[in-house]
């Protein structure tokens, strides 16, 4: 028995973020009791990461899931890490992603920087 997970941006299935992680377990655990091939489409990198965690987690075996884009499965370890992870697979902009976590970063060094000040003020008082 074979759980594939096909991603299609276009195309596939589309879960709420709130509700993905819940739908995966109920997914897994429905295919793992009746025994049989599953396909599944979806069209979010967030439920095919949540596969990826559960795989890594060890609540589904290897030898149990199969990734595929394109047409083309996607090989993959235990610890749920693809092998060749192609063009347009769950591609998203980290762009926005990496900016934010700039800034913040650079919020909290100057937070931090300013804490320092105060307390090295009160350290001479």
Not at 45 to 61: C, P, Q, S, T, W
Not at 97 to 120: I, N, P
């Amino acid at each position: 028995m074979k759980l594939t997970i096909e991603y299609d941006s276009d195309h596939g299935y589309l879960y709420a973020d709130g509700r993905a992680e819940e739908w995966i377990d109920s997914s897994i655990k429905l295919f793992l009791k009746q025994k049989k091939d599953w396909h599944i489409k979806v069209c979010s990198a967030l439920l095919v990461d949540f596969f990826r965690l559960r795989l890594a987690e060890g609540v589904i075996k290897t030898d149990q899931i199969k990734f595929t884009f394109q047409n083309q499965v996607l090989k993959h370890n235990q610890h749920a890490q693809i092998e060749h992870w192609p063009k347009g697979y769950c591609d998203i902009p980290i762009e926005p992603v990496e900016k934010l976590l700039t800034l913040q970063s650079k919020a909290w060094k100057e937070k931090k920087k300013e804490r320092d000040a105060k307390r090295k003020a009160n350290d001479k008082s």
